[in-house]
């Protein structure tokens, strides 16, 4: 009986040991790859990044020196681009959706959203070639910000219904009770207790979408040169990385390390100050 | 609108008091589903109403019609006619409902702070967010209005804070405050104790004394004794329907109807 009983505890402690043993490979794992690229694009980027790489234009094959400076802010100015396209459409079909969605139109319309982020982004990038690069007949930034900005549209919308949604109904009808007029209550109590979520959404989508090279190679195209307007072709990190890495020469490859860090760099942050951001938030 | 609103009271002394709100045969429905069957009252002015029932015998809807917030749920019907001041309360001609909800004020069960605001700026939300410049200094009025909710003195030196950082009860009376601050004539409770414990509860009580000298005040209540407390009349409802609507110490001490009678007593409910 003794005996038994001891052997029943060893077994369930192996067991315990051995389901341990297997989560925490599998966390280990799935940590490998993410340290590696980290760690790969750090060694190989840093050695090519000094301060003229933030500052100044790129510079001719052959020629030393000269930087990203003008990729890094028009990747800015197309993510500005986009943003003014996606989130108005994005914030506002959420509000939509979450409050009167509930009808044929309401399915209908989430429906869109899906379908729509599961589009491949290049094929999006055709769209807004099609629409603003060919009847324009010029490459402009304009048309790479609107790919990128109906990229995040569908992202956008779904985590403003899902965060508007959670905002308790009582909320909404202590505002109405107050005697203050449905729009009011909907943009500054209900939006308001919505807004710190949404914010940390939109601003993942941002740095998902400051990643994407597909639909800028042909909407936003690249330049070489500091380009502040809009309709004109602008470069972007991302392509510029791209025309970078696959060059031939090493001092335009080990460029391309050095923008591949940048933009890490940046997107990593982005994603560090919203956790930071989001854990401060807490719902009433 | 030529509606004689001065109602004789059935009691011994003829007292005249003046009807504020008079409900004539409203029903209300949710989809296919009738919550409410023809109910007839008169809410006094300067009077507390208590409306008394088991759950789900649509206390709350009938409350939530005298400042029109059934209609915002999906599927919600109603019918009747409901006057204000004489005024039918659902006629579109002459009453919009954000005017209404300006005179009609409410207080929900569970404390409602707006989780964004600070305690300032949730008592002053009404007043901002209608648009109307306020008379006189916002600061003034703030004060004053958490003086009259009787919180002024707990929260003073954190005006600033978020509103949810309240207690329960504080929170509560954060909420009647912010519905004092639109300056309403009628004031809706609906069962604004029932999440509170027995201090708080008295506070609240004790505050709906003191208001009713101004205001014609509503309360649904589960808790007959709150009602028997606090209430000039009082209204039972059964299954929708309103079975009686009496004096209040009659409704305890001699009920007409049986099922008040059964219900007061608490041989059922």
């Given amino acids: ?284 | 609108m030529d509606r004689v609103i001065e109602k004789v009271k059935k009691e011994e002394k003829m007292v005249i008091e003046r009807s504020k709100m008079s409900v004539e045969n409203l029903s209300a429905w949710f989809g296919d589903k009738q919550a409410l069957f023809n109910i007839n009252i008169e809410l006094f002015e300067n009077k507390v109403t208590a409306i008394i029932g088991p759950s789900g015998c649509g206390k709350s809807t009938f409350i939530r019609n005298l400042n029109r917030l059934h209609e915002t749920i999906s599927g919600a019907k109603v019918s009747g006619k409901v006057y204000l001041d004489g005024r039918d309360i659902f006629d579109h001609n002459c009453c919009d409902v954000v005017t209404l909800r300006r005179r009609v004020g409410m207080v929900f069960q569970k404390p409602t702070p707006f989780p964004t605001m600070t305690i300032y700026e949730n008592v002053a939300a009404g007043i901002k967010l209608y648009g109307k410049k306020p008379k006189g200094k916002l600061d003034q009025i703030v004060e004053q209005i958490l003086k009259q909710a009787a919180l002024w003195d707990e929260v003073k030196d954190v005006l600033y804070k978020p509103g949810p950082s309240l207690s329960g009860g504080q929170q509560q009376r954060l909420c009647i405050a912010r519905a004092l601050a639109i300056e309403p004539e009628v004031i809706l409770l609906d069962e604004p104790c029932s999440a509170l414990d027995p201090i708080s509860t008295a506070k609240i009580e004790e505050l709906i004394h003191k208001l009713k000298q101004n205001y014609t005040i509503i309360i649904v209540t589960h808790n007959m004794q709150q009602a028997a407390r606090v209430a000039d009349y009082t209204a039972f409802f059964l299954l929708g329907e309103m079975i009686e609507f009496e004096v209040t110490s009659k409704i305890f001490t001699a009920p007409q109807d049986k099922r008040t009678e059964d219900y007061v007593t608490g041989r059922f409910g």
């Fill in chain 1, 1 to 284: 009986m003794e005996n038994n009983w001891t052997q029943e505890v060893r077994k369930r402690k192996l067991i315990e040991k051995i389901f341990l043993g297997t989560v925490l490979s599998g966390t280990l794992i799935a940590i490998v790859p993410l340290v590696l690229v980290l760690g790969y694009v750090f060694i190989k980027g840093f050695s090519a990044l000094d301060f003229n790489f933030f500052t100044q234009l790129p510079a001719p094959v052959g020629e030393p020196g000269g930087g990203m400076g003008n990729a890094i802010v028009g990747t800015f100015i197309i993510v500005g681009l986009s943003c003014l396209v996606g989130l108005p459409i994005g914030i506002f079909g959420g509000i939509w959706l979450a409050l009167y969605g509930q009808g044929k139109r309401g399915f209908f319309i989430r429906y869109a959203a899906d379908v729509l982020s599961s589009i491949p982004s290049i094929v999006i990038g055709i769209f807004a070639y099609v629409l603003l690069v060919a009847t324009l007949k010029h490459f402009s930034a304009l048309a790479g910000g609107f790919a990128l900005g109906v990229i995040m549209i569908p992202t956008v919308t779904r985590t403003t219904e899902e965060l508007v949604k959670m905002v308790p109904r009582t909320l909404y009808e202590a505002g109405l009770a107050l005697g203050i007029p449905e729009w009011k209550v909907i943009l500054k109590i209900v939006f308001r207790t919505a807004w710190a979520g949404i914010f940390t959404g939109i601003m993942l989508s941002v740095a998902r979408i400051m990643g994407e090279t597909a639909p800028l190679l042909f909407t936003a195209f690249n330049s070489m040169y500091w380009n502040f307007r809009i309709d004109e072709p602008m470069a972007s990190m991302t392509v510029q990385i791209y025309n970078y890495a696959i060059s031939p020469f090493a001092d335009w490859n080990a460029k391309a390390w050095a923008g591949s860090l940048t933009l890490v760099m940046i997107v990593l942050g982005i994603t560090i100050v919203v956790r930071k951001f989001s854990r401060r938030v807490s719902y009433g």
